[in-house]
């Protein structure tokens, strides 16, 4: 009965390759969202989706795609990884309004080497 | 823009110590303010909020004031355990609502039996 569940755990792959990450929420909420957590702890959003809809996209290279084919699922993909793509990437999700909690994932803790 | 800037880690105590991190924020208006806690390979969950000016936001022991005259929302815990070993996120949002979250750089909390 996992709320926010990511796939895979554990990710290593070699610089250039190309990987997903798959997220599912179970909470019926509207708002998904990709983080990333580098190796200083520190926690920054990548990209929010409304409904299928993308609502934010901050500062990310365009290798960073992200995909939701439907409201409770959003996929990250990445192409040409690079050595500094190394770092623990977050799932989570919301209600789309009022005031509300994120409920996050336990991570996908992707190396590149 | 919006910021928020938490006591650099990592904070050691002994069981039963007394808790402090220090969180303060730059907002305009009124954020509401929330600690979110990462326990070891776990996703972040929220602990507290509080949404308006000299609110206690309380869960679990801790307890959190918003202090609007000084910008800060510190975490406190009387007496702490060694499950309280986490890293633990102060952040804000304008709306309250999770899809304008903005994180601290997160604390480190040990605590040793």
């Known amino acids: 009965d996992t709320a926010v569940s990511q796939t895979p755990k554990y990710l290593v792959t070699q610089m250039g390759n190309d990987k997903s990450i798959k997220c599912e929420q179970n909470l019926g909420h509207d708002t998904m969202y990709w983080y990333k957590q580098d190796s200083k702890k520190f926690l920054k959003i990548m990209f929010s989706?409304?409904?299928?809809?993308?609502?934010i996209n901050e500062t990310v290279p365009n290798r960073f795609s992200p995909k939701s084919p439907d409201k409770a699922h959003l996929n990250l993909h990445i192409n040409s990884l690079e050595l500094g793509d190394s770092a623990v990437y977050f799932c989570?999700?919301?209600?789309?309004?009022?005031?509300?909690?994120?409920?996050f994932g336990q991570g996908t803790r992707l190396t590149v080497v | 823009g919006n910021s928020v800037t938490q006591m650099e880690g990592p904070v050691t105590l002994s069981e039963e110590a007394f808790l402090t991190i220090n969180c303060t924020y730059t907002a305009t208006g009124y954020p509401s303010l929330f600690w979110y806690v990462q326990y070891p390979g776990e996703g972040l969950q929220l602990l507290l909020k509080?949404?308006?000016?000299?609110d206690k936001g309380s869960n679990k022991g801790f307890e959190a004031t918003y202090r609007k005259e000084t910008t800060s929302f510190h975490l406190e815990k009387g007496s702490v355990q060694v499950s309280d070993s986490a890293v633990y996120f102060c952040a804000l949002s304008p709306s309250g609502s999770a899809r304008q979250l903005t994180f601290g750089s997160g604390t480190q909390l040990t605590v040793l039996p």
């Open positions: 509080a949404t308006k000016a000299d």
């Open positions: 989570a999700s919301s209600q789309a309004s009022g005031e509300t909690e994120a409920f």
């Open positions: 989706y409304n409904n299928k809809e993308l609502i």
